[in-house]
């Protein structure tokens, strides 16, 4: 299974009054990774029916897990990867650590579901693009590659 990873900068303005990044800097460096990984697979700019028919999704849920705080500024990895692909939806998993070490700050998960552009309803992923994700797959629904 392949991962994505980025490297992100924590700044001063992202830590809280006891110099530890804030709790919602979390959830920002996780959205910021996952928005380079659909970047990574050419899902860049406004989002288009014509040309990527799967780039229009909504976030269903998201989970952060705080196992160890991010203390002061510097540097720290974020890693995505695909837990599970259904048949209209896409389970990311997050860990955000140290660049030198093998632990984790903060582990998390993200659900969004593909919608139909105008109506905002739930619909399949097209197959090209289950086939595209397929190796970033910890778990797939065999029934979403079928569609």
């Not at 110099?19 to 990574?40: C, D, K, V």
Request: with cysteine; hydrophobic share 35%; charged share 25%.
């Amino acid at each position: 299974m392949k991962f994505y990873e980025t490297i992100h900068d924590v700044y001063f303005d992202d830590l809280d009054a006891f110099q530890i990044l804030h709790n919602a800097r979390y959830l920002l460096l996780f959205e910021r990774t996952i928005g380079s990984f659909w970047s990574h697979f050419g899902f860049s700019g406004l989002p288009s029916s014509a040309t990527n028919p799967d780039h229009f999704q909504l976030v269903r849920y998201n989970e952060l897990d705080y196992l160890k705080p991010v203390i002061g500024i510097g540097q720290v990895r974020v890693r995505v990867w695909v837990e599970r692909l259904g048949r209209t939806s896409i389970t990311f998993r997050l860990r955000m650590s140290p660049l030198d070490e093998d632990m984790d700050y903060a582990t998390g998960r993200r659900v969004v579901v593909k919608v139909n552009p105008d109506t905002k309803k739930p619909e399949s992923w097209t197959k090209e693009f289950c086939e595209r994700i397929a190796p970033y797959v910890e778990n797939t629904d065999q029934t979403a590659v079928r569609a």
